[in-house]
């Protein structure tokens, strides 16, 4: 079984997460991958191998695909990605996290600051999306990944 750790240390570095991303987006046309992202062989074989190993790539007919479960975290790091280009847009929104604050106005807010439907939706959360079963059960998994985490060391 793949843990969250291990799939994030396989893009943790820029090259290693361009290697990733490039692979996501050349739908198998990897053959320059060596020479665009400035990699020794070793470099690369190492990074390709544990993205494999992660379970982020697969090789088929000498090409390299994502996997499913790398489709997923492609997306999810496409989306980290979109929250660190907004950041400064983030920060503002936590700057009128205030007891008393109306959350209309805030949902207001968030409509003005944010185009991206997704981190709209992260940030509206549960109040307005009735997603309230849903970020429970994410919260259950996320205490499970925490306790499984300090229990390993």
């Not at 992202?37 to 994502?66: C, D, P, V, W």
């Not at 983030?90 to 209309?104: C, N």
């Not at 600051?113 to 998994?141: F, T």
Request: glycine share 6%; charged share 25%; hydrophobic share 40%.
């Amino acid at each position: 079984m793949i843990s969250v750790s291990e799939t994030l240390t396989a893009i943790c570095d820029d090259k290693s997460l361009a290697l990733f991303n490039t692979v996501a987006l050349a739908c198998g046309n990897t053959d320059i991958l060596i020479t665009k992202l400035e990699l020794t062989r070793k470099q690369y074989y190492s990074r390709m191998s544990q993205l494999m190993n992660a379970g982020l790539i697969r090789r088929k007919s000498g090409k390299h695909f994502l996997t499913s479960f790398g489709k997923v975290v492609y997306e999810a790091q496409v989306l980290i990605g979109k929250a660190v280009r907004s950041s400064s847009k983030l920060q503002a929104i936590d700057s009128i996290e205030t007891p008393g604050f109306p959350a209309a106005e805030r949902g207001k807010i968030i409509d003005t600051l944010i185009h991206d439907s997704k981190i709209k939706e992260i940030l509206i959360g549960p109040q307005r999306n009735n997603n309230y079963i849903s970020a429970e059960r994410d919260k259950v998994y996320n205490n499970e990944l925490i306790v499984s985490s300090l229990t390993k060391r």
